[in-house]
């Protein structure tokens, strides 16, 4: 059984930085495109990131562009997103999530979810 487990959510001030880390167990997850959604209070779950197979290309949603980084590092069969310049309007549950046949940056192109992991970010 595949499982997506993330870590390194928490309470910020903005302007602050977390790292959030989604680490594989039960598949080897450089078969994956990676990637990471969020929810807010109230509002719909959208896209932030996704990276490739192979750490080539890595995707954006606007609002995080220039602030936000994914990463992957196969032999820890973990992604990262490094989160820079947070701001109160990034604060959601984050989720991480693999893609076996597409890049995740869509919900039906999702193969596995993780639990997610909150980011708070206060003013």
């Known amino acids: 059984q595949v499982h997506l487990v993330e870590s390194g959510g928490g309470l910020v001030q903005a302007g602050g930085s977390l790292r959030l880390s989604c680490a594989g167990s039960g598949r080897d997850l450089s078969d994956d495109a990676m990637g990471w959604f969020r929810q807010a209070p109230g509002k719909e779950r959208e896209f932030v990131s996704a990276i490739t197979r192979t750490g080539g290309g890595t995707f954006y949603t606007d609002s995080v562009k220039g602030r936000f980084t994914i990463s992957r590092d196969h032999a820890k069969n973990t992604v990262y997103l490094q989160m820079n310049s947070l701001k109160p309007e990034d604060t959601a549950l984050y989720y991480c999530?693999?893609?076996?046949?597409?890049?995740?940056?869509?919900?039906?192109?999702?193969?596995?979810w993780g639990q997610g992991t909150q980011v708070t970010v206060s003013s």
């Open positions: 999530v693999a893609g076996s046949r597409y890049l995740p940056n869509r919900e039906d192109r999702v193969d596995y």
